[in-house]
């Protein structure tokens, strides 16, 4: 049972009113027939932008990712793997990073829907969660293609968008099918975890109306030894390795086809993923306690996944309809940590867990119609409704000295556990063919959040088609993050005695320094632009060149500004919260080149130059990215059923912070230190056995190209060495 109260009625009849379906009827009675579309609905014809990639099921299979799907999607035009903030702390915790914006602002959606449950995870001084993110809640053979939404198409996912969408799409089993795979990683390096899964889908027709799928899997990513990175720092503690990981997933699906115009999907997936300990912490040196976790590879934190959701797709004489309503309910269990200053993220106990619960309600309900005006276009309306509802009485554990006035109580007994969120929004597009070869999509959305109040989103997307070969394209859209519930939660109280204060704000009278949440915040906004060109011929070559840019405003972090003393009559300890913080940009180029050098044997490859990414205040990155990343494939299938694939990727450099997050310069040159330019090149062959079985297999990181995590500058994780993989997938 839910830990929250969602006001039942009101609730039932959101959701009733965004899925239930409205069914059409001809005059006679009969079936409706509907016209063809003469112009795309508008979350099509933005999905040909510039910044959209697609993965395809081929794609994955040829290639096949050993756990996380973030494996093949860092592979597409302007993305990378980072960690939460610019800071490299948790840098092995690698996760989805769209044009350097921040893992933060990459929304993950499974069938278009959202996927929060990584918001479970306490948000740190710095920015940081110790999370792993999204990205794996799905087995990878369960997925039919992976979409990648780059720049202003994305802004009309809503919060948490600014840098991209990821939306991972299922497949359907449109007739009887039984599918299985299984595969295993072997690193050469035996102090490098390797791994292994085995994965299921079955599914297809019950009877005339009711057809049914059920896929799940379990893997296992194990974790690197604890002191693979001993030697590669100066320090007496080196920082840990990779951590290992465990997952288990099942999802059920039965789907109504109501009749020929309307279809109703009920769908509910439980996913549990693991850790597997290798000693990191987010600050301090290792413990004892430490140590004897990551030697056992102990299990210290554990996230259960539960979702329901209910789905409508509609036709009408006027249009097409589709609506959902979500449940997602997370558990995030783990060994108690520190909550202050150089503590923080410190596992302090092997036997004492705590559990954060967090419930997101989605309702969404979006039509699609048809209009033939002055011109032929598609008219978008939807409305969307998302309720955040937290119940977390570990993170706000933090007690107060007495005799401060931190705005809460200094007992955490007496502060309430339970924070929420609700955020309404409308939304309409028009996708308008103004002439043959001009296509425009100007877009209005409209959000209501209960905490900062209304915040409108515009957009405006364009494609003209030069010749039958070249297309330019351009768009620009006013994308927003609303502040996540710890930065919101007044409860959330983070003390420090001067690891975690700014310059000049330490220690006064024996009390440090206390940051407490917000329920003020403005959400951060993002204006994001991008214009380029496209170019496909009937040989098959395709190029494209985009360069984008974004402005980056009302950033959300802690103040380098004290509000008050917490003592104001003793004049000791400062009191900070989180605050909408200065301006930043990013601007960069991507683009895109495929070459079919034969009938047999195609190259492709994609890059990506930052040219910015910048705090413009105090000239700090925004994220740890490559300076430039170039991506190239070279497939090869020389007879019909093998196929080899050589592929390559080169990571420019990465430049470090030269200052704190609380903006005090680094002294220590090694502070400074720059991840230099390397190459990782992997080798792959599939080979289809016959009409139901394919077997891959692979080198990983061919010329064995190793990285070790230091801690300094921007050497904050690891590139494990050369690795040997085999896949076996079938299907009847």
């Not at 053979?141 to 198409?153: F, H, S, T, Y």
Request: aromatic share 10%.
């Amino acid at each position: 049972m839910s830990r929250y109260s969602f006001g039942g009625s009101g609730l039932t009849a959101l959701a009733l009113l965004l899925s239930a379906p409205t069914l059409a009827q001809s005059q006679d009675g009969g079936e409706t027939v509907l016209e063809r579309l003469t112009v795309r609905a508008a979350s099509e014809e933005l999905k040909q932008s510039l910044g959209v990639s697609t993965i395809t099921e081929e794609d994955i299979e040829n290639r096949p990712v050993a756990n996380d799907i973030s494996e093949i999607v860092r592979r597409m035009p302007g993305v990378n793997l980072t960690g939460n903030s610019s800071t490299g702390i948790r840098g092995n915790n690698r996760q989805i990073d769209i044009r350097g914006m921040g893992p933060e602002n990459t929304l993950i959606l499974i069938d278009g829907k959202p996927v929060l449950s990584r918001n479970s995870v306490r948000y740190g001084r710095s920015g940081e969660r110790d999370t792993r993110g999204d990205s794996n809640w799905v087995p990878a053979e369960a997925i039919e293609r992976i979409e990648v939404i780059r720049g202003p198409a994305a802004a009309r996912y809503g919060s948490g968008a600014s840098g991209g969408v990821v939306n991972i799409i299922t497949k359907r089993p449109e007739t009887a099918t039984y599918s299985f795979s299984a595969f295993a990683e072997i690193p050469e390096h035996s102090e490098e975890g390797g791994s292994r899964r085995a994965n299921f889908l079955v599914g297809g027709p019950i009877n005339d109306m009711f057809s049914y799928r059920i896929y799940g899997g379990v893997a296992q990513t194990d974790a690197d030894d604890p002191d693979i990175n001993d030697g590669a720092a100066d320090t007496t503690d080196s920082p840990a390795g990779r951590e290992g990981v465990k997952n288990y997933d099942i999802n059920g699906m039965l789907s109504w086809e109501i009749n020929p115009q309307h279809r109703m999907d009920f769908e509910a997936a439980y996913s549990r993923q693991s850790n597997i300990y290798a000693g990191d912490t987010q600050y301090s040196s290792a413990t004892d306690i430490i140590n004897d976790l990551a030697e056992e590879g102990a299990e210290t934190n554990r996230m259960t996944r539960y979702s329901l959701s209910a789905t409508h797709h509609g036709e009408y004489d006027f249009g097409r309809s589709l609506s959902f309503v979500q449940w997602e309910s997370t558990t995030n269990r783990r060994l108690l940590e520190g909550l202050a200053g150089g503590g923080e993220g410190s596992i302090n106990t092997s036997e004492e867990y705590g559990e954060i619960y967090l419930d997101n309600i989605t309702a969404r309900s979006e039509f699609d119609i048809p209009l033939s005006l002055r011109w032929e276009q598609t008219l978008t309306l939807g409305a969307e409704y998302r309720g955040e509802f937290m119940e977390d009485d570990v993170s706000i554990g933090q007690t107060a000295v007495d005799g401060v006035d931190i705005g809460t109580p200094a007992d955490p007994e007496e502060r309430d556990p339970k924070t929420s969120a609700n955020l309404f929004a409308v939304y309409v597009e028009d996708n308008i063919a103004v002439t043959d070869r001009l296509t425009v999509t100007p877009g209005l959305r409209a959000d209501y959040h209960d905490k900062f109040g209304f915040n409108l989103s515009p957009s405006l997307n364009a494609s003209y088609d030069v010749t039958e070969e070249i297309t330019v394209k351009a768009g620009i859209a006013r994308a927003f993050k609303a502040p996540n519930l710890y930065q919101l939660n007044p409860n959330y109280v983070y003390y420090t005695r001067g690891y975690g204060c700014p310059p000049g704000y330490g220690q006064v009278g024996g009390v440090g320094c206390y940051i407490v949440g917000n329920p003020d915040l403005d959400p951060e906004i993002s204006i994001n632009k991008e214009i380029g060109v496209s170019y496909s011929d009937f040989r098959g070559w395709n190029a494209t060149l985009t360069y984008f840019h974004n402005d980056y405003e009302n950033r959300i972090a802690p103040s380098n500004v004290p509000i008050r003393y917490a003592d104001e009559e003793n004049q000791r300890g400062r009191l900070f919260r989180w605050e909408n913080s200065g301006p930043a940009v990013i601007s960069g180029l991507e683009g895109s080149l495929t070459v079919p050098l034969a009938e047999a044997l195609t190259w492709s490859t994609n890059a990506t130059w930052m040219l910015q990414s910048e705090e413009k205040e105090t000239g700090q990155p925004l994220s740890l990215v490559p300076e430039y990343t170039v991506n190239t494939a070279l497939r090869w299938e020389p007879v019909q059923d093998l196929g080899l694939t050589l592929s390559a990727t080169h990571y420019g450099e990465i430049e470090p912070r030269s200052a704190s997050i609380t903006g005090e310069d680094y002294t220590d040159p090694e502070d400074l230190e720059t991840r230099e330019a390397y190459t990782i090149v992997n080798l792959g062959a599939d080979y289809r056995l016959n009409d139901n079985l394919k077997f891959t297999a692979g080198i990983n990181n061919l010329f064995d190209e190793r990285l070790f995590r230091t801690g300094e500058g921007a050497n904050t994780y690891n590139e494990p060495g050369r690795s040997y993989y085999v896949s076996l997938s079938g299907r009847f």
